[in-house]
């Protein structure tokens, strides 16, 4: 089991709503796995991401999909891709299945 954290640890984690705008294939990662495109609302704006989605995803359902995504990690390389967020999801073995929004609700809102 994990070691409890703070409210103030919680906190800096910042978690929003967005919309995915772009998909496209990603040969050079060592997973199989897609670069998308998010929308995050005009404070954020756009960011870009990898996911090893491709087992449960095609590229044409992402399409417009709500994710929750992690906005404040600091950039990371990917082999050739600089990744700007985290979408978050549930991982059960190679399989993730995205975290959504159950409701409609505006790109860029926080997660609490």
Same mark, same amino acid.
């Given at each position: !089991?994990?070691?409890?954290? =703070?409210?103030?640890?919680?906190?800096?984690?910042? !978690?929003?709503? %967005?919309?995915?705008? @772009? &998909?496209?294939?990603?040969?050079?990662?060592?997973?199989? =796995? /897609? #670069?998308?495109?998010? +929308?995050? %609302?005009?404070?954020? %704006? #756009?960011? $870009?991401?990898?996911?090893?989605?491709?087992?449960? /995803?095609?590229?044409?359902? *992402?399409? %417009? $999909? $709500?994710?929750?995504?992690?906005?404040?990690?600091?950039?990371?390389?990917?082999?050739?891709? !600089?990744?700007?967020?985290? &979408?978050?999801?549930? &991982?059960?073995? $190679?399989?993730?299945? *995205? *975290?959504?929004? +159950?409701? @409609?609700? #505006?790109?860029?809102?926080?997660? *609490?």
């Amino acid at each position: !089991m994990a070691s409890n954290l =703070s409210w103030a640890d919680f906190e800096k984690v910042e !978690m929003r709503v %967005g919309t995915v705008i @772009e &998909v496209n294939d990603f040969p050079e990662a060592r997973n199989p =796995s /897609y #670069q998308l495109l998010v +929308d995050f %609302g005009k404070e954020i %704006g #756009q960011r $870009k991401t990898s996911a090893q989605i491709t087992s449960l /995803y095609s590229k044409e359902e *992402l399409i %417009g $999909k $709500k994710v929750i995504a992690v906005v404040n990690f600091p950039k990371k390389q990917i082999a050739n891709f !600089m990744s700007e967020c985290l &979408v978050l999801g549930a &991982v059960e073995g $190679k399989n993730v299945t *995205l *975290l959504t929004p +159950d409701k @409609e609700v #505006q790109n860029g809102l926080r997660i *609490l």
